[in-house]
C-alpha cells in the first residue's frame, strides 16, 4: 500500500509541477531530482518522479486507442487525484511536457511493474478521504521542494552541517554519514534523534521526514564522482529517447542497447559514474515498462487491420505498429517499406528546406522542452507545401485508413493531394480536426496504385509555424521492386543473360518475404523503334521474368500476372540515352490479394 502511495502521489505532484512551469514561477533546473541509491529493490519515489517528468509524450492524454480500458476503477482513480490537483483536461494542455502524462494505461503499467497489487489500488480507489488527503500533501511536498533554497533543499545551512563547534565535536555531517553507514540512507524520526544525540544537537528533531530526506541525500551523494561531459551527453539522450518511442521494434532496439551497456558496466568493460550507472538503470526500467505496452497496442492494431484486411496481412517479418499521433497505434502491413523514400518539391514561405528530408522513412521526432529542442521534423511553414514520392511500395486502397501523416502536436489543416505520375493530381480534401489518417477510397477505383502524396498547409499558427510532418506511411500498400533491362537481357532480346538470374534470385528474397499476393510483372521499353516491336519486346521481357521468379518461389500463396506497356510509361522524358535507359526496365508489384 505504502508504494502505490507513493507512486500516485508522484503522479499530483508532477502535475502540480508542470502547473508551476506555466505559471512561470520557476526553471526547469528547479525541477530536477537527483535518482535515489542503488540498492533499492523497487523504483524509488524520486527515481519515479524523475523518470516521469522526462517521459514526455508517451504519457498522452489524447490516447484513441479501442481496446484501452477507460472506465476501470485504476483509471477512474486517477482521474480523481487530476481533478483534485486542480488541473483539468483544457488546463493541462499548458503544462508543456508535462501536459501529456495523463495515458493511465501506461501510468498503471508503470504501477504494476513497481510490485503494486491492484487489490492494494482497489483499497484505495474504495476510500476518497484518502485520496483527497493524499493529493493535498502532494501539492505541499511540491512547495517545500520549490521554495527552499536551491543551495540545500533543508532548513539547515552548510554551515551548521560542517561546522564541528558542537557539544561533542562531532559534526552533523559525520553523524548523518555515521548512522547511514549502519542504518541505511533513509529518513526516519529514529534516525534524525541518533544524528542529534551523536552530534550534541537538536536541528535534525526539528525537520520534517521529507526536509531531512533532501539533507541526508545531499550528504549520501556530496563524494560521488560527477558524470563525465560525454555522459551527461548521453544521459541527456536517453531521457528524450526512452520517454519518446515509435515502435515496439524501437523500443526492443533500445532496451538492447540499455542492458548491453549495463552488462559492459558490471563486468568491467565499460567504466561508468554513479550517475549514469543509475541513469541507464532507470532507463532500462521505464523502457521495459514502454515496451510491455506497445506490444499490448500493436497486437490490438494488427488483429484489427487483418480482421478488415485478411488478404492485405503479408505475416509478421514485414508489418509493424508505430506510435502516430495522440499516442494512437498504427500498424502497417509492409512495416518499414511503407514510408515516402524521398522528396520531390518542397516549398517553404521562409525558404526553410533544409529539413525536408526529415519527412522521408520511419518516425523519429524527439522533443525537448522547448521548440528549439525539436528534431527529426520538417515545418511546411504558413501555406507551404511538399511533395513526397513512394519508390519501393506503392499507395492503394484498402478497406479502413489508407495513408497515415505523422504529424506532433495538434493536426494542423492541410490540404492533400495524391498523384499516380507526380502530374495529375487527385484532390483528396483537408486533414484537420485530430485526424491524421486518410481514406482514399472515395476518390479512387479500387486496385490504382499512387507513388505521390503532396501536402500544402493552411495556414493555422502554432508554436511552429505550418503543419509539423515527421513522416507519411502508406497503410494500404503494394511492394514495388524494379530491375534495369540492361541487368536482365541483351538489347533487343527477351531470354534472361546469366547475370539476370542472379539479380532475380535476390529480388526473390523480397517477396518470398510477403508469403502472399498479387505478383504483377510489367515491362517497359524506351521509345526507339516501332510502338508495336516495343510491346511486343516488354511483354516477353516480363514473362520470362515472371517464369524464373515461379521457378525460385513455388509458393501457392502468390498468383502471377504478365504485362507489357511498352514505351506507355516513361519514368522519365525519353529525350536523352541516360533517360532512356531508366525506362528500360522491368518492375515487379505484389499487390493484395
Known sequence: MRNYLIYLTLFVLILSCGETKKNGEISEEQL?????????????????????????????????????????????????????????????????????LLNTD??????????VSREEMQKLINNPDSLKILAQAAIESRKLELYNEPELKGKVSKEQLTS???????????????????????????????????????????LDLTEAGYVMRDIEHKDEEPPTVE??????????????????????????????TENDINSGELKASPSYQKTIKYRK????????????????????????????????????????????AVYLPLGQLSFADQVVKSNHPLLKTQDVNNVIGEPDV????????????????????????????????????????????????????????????????????????????????????????????LKMKSGLPGADVDAIAAIGAAMRLNLDSKVLF??????????????????????????KGNVVVAGHTDDVGSVETNQKLSLARAKSVSAELKKLIPSSGFRWKEKGFGESQPLVVNDTDENRAKNRRVDVLILPN
Open 32 to 100: 530536477e531530482l537527483q535518482p535515489d541509491r542503488d540498492d533499492e529493490p523497487n523504483i524509488s519515489s524520486d527515481d519515479l518522479e524523475k523518470s516521469m517528468e522526462q517521459l514526455g509524450d508517451l504519457f498522452d492524454k489524447g490516447n484513441s486507442d479501442d481496446n484501452s480500458d477507460n472506465d476501470s476503477p485504476e483509471t477512474n482513480a486517477l482521474k480523481k487525484l487530476l481533478e483534485m490537483s486542480g488541473a483539468d483536461s483544457q488546463g493541462s494542455e499548458d503544462l508543456g511536457s508535462f501536459g501529456e
Open 164 to 206: 564541528k563547534n558542537t557539544p561533542t565535536g562531532v559534526s552533523l555531517e559525520e553523524a548523518i554519514l555515521i548512522v547511514q553507514a549502519e542504518s541505511g540512507p533513509e529518513a526516519t524520526i529514529a534516525k534524525l534523534k541518533t544524528i542529534d544525540s551523536l552530534a550534541g544537537t537538536n536541528v535534525m528533531e526539528k
Open 106 to 115: 501506461a501510468i498503471l503499467n508503470l504501477l504494476e511493474a513497481s510490485g
Open 366 to 457: 524527439l522533443k525537448g522542452f522547448d521548440i528549439e529542442d525539436i528534431t527529426g521534423i520538417h515545418s511546411l511553414g504558413l501555406g507551404g507545401s511538399i511533395t513526397v514520392q513512394f519508390t519501393d511500395n506503392a499507395l492503394t486502397d484498402v478497406n479502413g485508413p489508407d495513408l497515415y501523416i505523422f504529424e506532433i502536436g495538434q493536426v494542423e489543416p492541410t490540404d492533400l493531394e495524391i498523384s499516380k505520375d507526380g502530374k495529375k493530381w487527385i484532390p483528396v480534401g483537408k486533414i484537420d480536426g485530430g485526424v491524421a489518417e486518410v481514406d482514399i477510397s472515395p476518390f479512387v477505383k479500387q486496385g490504382e496504385l499512387f507513388y505521390y502524396v503532396r501536402l500544402t498547409d
Open 231 to 260: 555522459e551527461t551527453k548521453k544521459m541527456e539522450v536517453l531521457k528524450k529517447v526512452t520517454g519518446q518511442l515509435h515502435s515496439v521494434k524501437e523500443a526492443d532496439k533500445v532496451l538492447a542497447d540499455l542492458e548491453k
Open 285 to 328: 526500467q521505464i523502457a521495459k515498462v514502454f515496451q510491455k505496452d506497445f506490444e499490448r497496442k500493436a497486437k490490438a492494431a494488427k488483429d484489427k487491420f487483418k480482421k478488415l484486411n485478411p488478404n492485405l496481412y503479408f505475416g509478421e517479418e514485414t508489418g509493424e505498429t508505430y506510435v502516430g499521433h495522440m499516442n494512437k
Open 490 to 515: 541483351e538489347t533487343g532480346k527477351s531470354n534472361l543473360k546469366p547475370e539476370g538470374r542472379i539479380a532475380l534470385k535476390e529480388l526473390a528474397k523480397n517477396i518470398v518475404v510477403l508469403k
